[in-house]
């Protein structure tokens, strides 16, 4: 999701999505201790989830004339910023899962939006890029997104909405040092490190 400025004054539909928002992220009981009773309004995943439907309705009514939906954006936005993406980088840059991603690149491609070559460099993959009409399309959606953020921050303070953004980044987009280690990550790394003691040695 991009991250706007909340601007200082609000049309009244606006601020009527705001108080929504707001409502739908009540501050909960913090989760309890081990042992004691579990709440769901303390629970991170219950919070998380709710939090996702109440940006995805706001985003609906963004979007909604334009006949795009949500993921359809994400896959402009990160084609707008790289052309010729596969479509394995299209599943790992939007967290879209691979049985759906091929699927909704046909009907983005039937709408004009999007093409697909054969890769130059693997005869097995397409290269998918915008056509102008999906430029077009993403260019005029991105101030209408814009908005959604800011109505979704303006149920936090404003002192509070960075640090939002940024710990929302962490969790749904984990560093590489964060990503799980294969046996075979490890037995390279085992291999460099023996290699930089023998060098220290000598």
């Known amino acids: 999701m991009c991250v706007a400025k909340a601007s200082s004054e609000m049309s009244g539909q606006d601020q009527e999505a705001s108080d929504n928002v707001a409502t739908n992220l009540t501050p909960a009981v913090p989760a309890t201790a081990a042992g004691a009773a579990f709440s769901l309004n303390g629970s991170l995943s219950h919070l998380l989830h709710r939090a996702q ?21 994400a896959v402009l936005a990160v084609l707008a910023e790289q052309e010729g993406l596969s479509q394995s980088d299209l599943v790992s840059r939007t967290g879209i899962d691979r049985s759906t991603i091929a ?13 697909r070559t054969r890769s130059a460099t693997d005869s097995r993959a397409n290269s998918v890029s915008l056509t102008e009409t999906g430029r077009a399309v993403y260019e005029a959606a991105v101030p209408k997104i814009a908005q959604v953020d800011t109505t979704v921050l303006a149920a ?9 953004v940024e710990l929302l ?25 023996k290699k930089k003691k023998k060098k220290a040695k000598r």
């Open 156 to 164: 936090l303070p404003a002192s509070k909405r960075a640090g939002f």
């Open 53 to 73: 439907q109440a940006a995805a309705d706001l985003h609906g009514v963004a979007l909604g004339q334009d006949g795009l939906t949500q993921r359809q954006f």
């Open 169 to 193: 980044m962490r969790l749904a987009i984990p560093a590489p040092e964060n990503s799980p280690v294969t046996p075979a990550d490890k037995k390279k790394k085992d291999k460099d490190k």
């Open 103 to 115: 699927e909704m690149i046909a009907r983005m491609q039937a709408k004009g939006l999007t093409q």
